[in-house]
């Protein structure tokens, strides 16, 4: 069994700032890359950040300059620090992992997301 889970959603205003938060446990071999992906209310889900196992990142053009995701490899997570936040970035954050859960199984799991709430 493997688990993925954030925490670190809340509201806040815009031109603040929040840090969320995923760990993944459970039967892990390792993982590979890790990323957030959002989605807003009537829209579809959108890529925001990933990284991989050695630290090379991408992000979305939207949240360049404002947002980073880093990971700690010994905790199995993955951290997501948004500054800058506009009322556009208000969504649900999920974050996903792609994990080595068998010998030759690689399988993307996803959180349950956590709501961030930018008000103007």
């Known amino acids: 069994q493997v688990q993925v889970v954030e925490s670190g959603g809340g509201l806040v205003q815009t031109g603040g700032s929040l840090r969320l938060s995923c760990a993944a446990s459970g039967s892990i071999f390792s993982i590979n890359a890790m990323g957030w992906y959002r989605q807003a209310p009537g829209k579809q889900r959108e890529l925001v950040a990933t990284?991989?196992?050695?630290?090379?990142?991408r992000r979305a053009d939207s949240v360049k300059g404002r947002f980073t995701i880093s990971r700690d490899n010994a905790k199995n997570t993955v951290y997501l620090q948004m500054n800058s936040l506009k009322p556009e970035d208000t969504a649900i954050y999920y974050c996903?992992?792609?994990?080595?859960?068998?010998?030759?199984?690689?399988?993307?799991?996803w959180g349950q997301g956590t709501q961030v709430t930018v008000s103007s």
């Open positions: 990284i991989t196992t050695d630290g090379s990142t």
């Open positions: 996903n992992a792609d994990i080595r859960d068998g010998l030759y199984s690689v399988t993307r799991y």
